[in-house]
């Protein structure tokens, strides 16, 4: 599968300015830039860094000049968005933003550790995040 169709595919969590879901959008819909959105639509993502405390040495990535979004750009260890309609939930109730267990966000770390860097589920114990 090609990253365009990913961008077609993948659905965001839209939120409004008070970090409520309130819809969904293609990962491509939400970061066109339009005179309506100028700044893309209002979407949830994450960063992951990877920090090795024993070396303190920290995983650093260069996009691929191929990636639709900031290509070539040196970034996080991994970022993405979790997901509607994903096996393992990734959407988070607003109590669990509130108190910061984020579950969800957690599994889409995770999931895009394994897709990104081959990192096996499990092997990254949820509450290391």
Wanted: aromatic share 6%; with cysteine.
């Amino acid at each position: 599968m090609s990253q365009s169709d990913f961008m077609e595919r993948d659905t965001v969590l839209v939120l409004s300015d008070n970090d409520e879901v309130i819809g969904s959008a293609s990962k491509k819909e939400s970061h066109q830039f339009t005179p309506k959105n100028p700044r893309g639509i209002l979407h949830r993502a994450f960063s992951v860094f990877l920090y090795d405390l024993s070396t303190q040495e920290l995983l650093l990535q260069q996009r691929a000049s191929t990636k639709i979004t900031f290509p070539n750009v040196w970034t996080n260890t991994c970022c993405s968005h979790p997901l509607h309609g994903m096996d393992v939930n990734e959407v988070d109730a607003p109590e669990d933003v509130m108190d910061g267990t984020v579950k969800g966000v957690k599994a889409a770390a995770v999931r895009k550790l394994e897709h990104e860097l081959g990192i096996p589920v499990g092997q990254l114990p949820m509450d290391s995040f």
